[in-house]
């Protein structure tokens, strides 16, 4: 059994980082996650939202995932659970007006629960009454309400910005989320040992949204050192991202995702300052697979046995390096004949969110598999969560 237990507050149109990211990362630790709409019940979906700023005067908005509900709104017994998460996006505008959700989110604060609240999901804490003389921050256009309902507003200077009053963690957007899921372990009782680890991504255009940013993010809230690199590009710039999903189709859809920001240069990477390789998935690993560059870093990696963890079709990189030779490895169906080619021995993703170690080497097939693929490389890299 999870030592702990944590419940996601969901409703349409959430932004897809801010439900995606806690959600998968917190299973990671080991805390188990239901995730409930109002109106829906487990093995629905909520439709997300991609909020990000695109020069305008105020964020674009797009097609996100689609969100599997894994509980019932209307079976929750608050008892059971031992904090509350609330994404942002559109979602909490209406979810502010429902008297189920509101009554939800005062008996969490009743019992001073955790409650981790991020950009707009402080709508529903005003409209709860549950931030009246307590520090508060949230996306910048939350602050009249917030001031209207009594709170001590904390200008977020950053996106990334934080706040905590006793049992109420809020944040401004999703930068945050290092800090922001970081003290909301913390105040769950968690505590992180190992964590002094230096981790490489490999990205590219088109990599999967959710493939660089969950793993990304959820090795920050471990105090991992995480630098994302891209041939051809520096410090500072961006790769576009894309969002796959299955929608009904013979196979997964694309949609535009975040623009996913690098924080070191390609060229001027030193891979034996790190301990760790990740690869995400996507459409990036087709194109990556042709770089020499890139071959030579991952030879690199895989000669010095450091863990190389890889997901989707990422695996098309360790194919065309030649690392998988007389290894273990599974990734997307699609990729099975590179796997295979490349002389590794095919594990069946069945589930899909099935991952599997083989020595040094972490793969995972799809995105779901986030949570094991994640505990996986903590295991390798001799990173832990206790509570």
């Known amino acids: 059994?999870?030592?702990?237990?944590?419940?996601?507050?969901?409703?349409?149109?959430?932004?897809?980082?801010?439900?995606?990211?806690?959600?998968?990362?917190?299973?990671?630790?080991?805390?188990?996650?239901?995730?409930?709409?109002?109106?829906?019940?487990?093995?629905?979906?909520?439709?997300?939202?991609?909020?990000?700023?695109?020069?305008?005067?105020?964020?674009?908005?797009?097609?996100?995932?689609?969100?599997?509900?894994?509980?019932?709104?209307?079976?929750?017994?608050?008892?059971?659970?031992?904090?509350?998460?609330?994404?942002?996006?559109?979602?909490?505008?209406?979810?502010?007006?429902?008297?189920?959700?509101?009554?939800?989110?005062?008996?969490?604060?009743?019992?001073?629960?955790?409650?981790?609240?991020?950009?707009?999901?402080?709508?529903?804490?005003?409209?709860?009454?549950v931030v009246q003389n307590r520090k508060c921050t949230a996306y910048p256009a939350v602050k009249p309400v917030l001031v209207a309902a009594g709170a001590k507003w904390e200008e977020a200077d950053t996106m990334a910005k934080c706040s905590v009053d006793d049992n109420l963690i809020t944040a401004a957007a999703y930068d945050a989320h290092?800090?922001?899921?970081?003290?909301?372990?913390?105040?769950?009782?968690?505590?992180?040992?190992?964590?002094?680890?230096?981790?490489?991504f490999l990205c590219g255009d088109y990599m999967e949204d959710y493939e660089v940013m969950v793993p990304f993010q959820s090795l920050q809230v471990l105090g991992c050192?995480?630098?994302?690199?891209?041939?051809?590009?520096?410090?500072?710039?961006?790769?576009?991202?894309?969002?796959?999903?299955?929608?009904?189709?013979?196979?997964?859809?694309?949609?535009?995702?975040?623009?996913?920001?690098?924080?070191?240069?390609?060229?001027?990477?030193?891979?034996?300052?790190?301990?760790?390789?990740?690869?995400?998935?996507?459409r990036a690993p087709e194109y990556l697979a042709l770089n020499e560059k890139v071959i030579s870093l991952v030879k690199g990696f895989m000669d010095k046995g450091k863990p190389i963890a890889s997901i989707c079709h990422g695996q098309q990189i360790l194919s065309a390096a030649g690392v998988l030779q007389g290894k273990k490895c599974t990734a997307y169906p699609a990729v099975k004949l590179n796997v295979v080619l490349g002389g590794a021995t095919w594990l069946e993703p069945d589930p899909i969110d099935r991952c599997f170690t083989d020595g040094n080497l972490v793969t995972g097939a799809a995105w779901p598999g986030h949570p094991e693929f994640i505990s996986q490389l903590m295991a390798l890299l001799g990173i832990k969560v206790s509570f």
């Open 1 to 129: 059994m999870a030592p702990k237990k944590v419940l996601l507050l969901c409703g349409d149109y959430m932004e897809d980082y801010e439900a995606m990211v806690p959600f998968q990362a917190l299973q990671a630790y080991g805390v188990s996650v239901d995730a409930v709409c109002p109106g829906k019940k487990a093995g629905d979906a909520c439709r997300t939202a991609v909020h990000q700023m695109s020069g305008h005067q105020t964020y674009s908005e797009s097609r996100g995932h689609n969100f599997a509900l894994n509980a019932s709104f209307d079976e929750i017994n608050v008892n059971e659970y031992d904090g509350l998460v609330i994404p942002g996006g559109r979602a909490p505008e209406y979810l502010a007006m429902d008297e189920k959700v509101l009554d939800l989110v005062r008996k969490f604060s009743d019992t001073k629960k955790p409650i981790a609240s991020v950009c707009h999901g402080q709508l529903i804490l005003a409209a709860a009454g």
């Open 225 to 282: 050192h995480v630098d994302a690199v891209c041939p051809d590009k520096g410090a500072g710039e961006k790769c576009p991202t894309a969002i796959h999903d299955f929608e009904g189709d013979q196979t997964y859809s694309e949609k535009p995702g975040h623009d996913f920001a690098l924080t070191a240069s390609f060229d001027n990477v030193d891979a034996s300052s790190y301990d760790a390789l990740v690869i995400p998935g996507g």
């Open 178 to 200: 290092p800090e922001f899921i970081s003290l909301f372990l913390k105040a769950l009782g968690g505590s992180v040992a190992g964590s002094n680890k230096r981790i490489l």
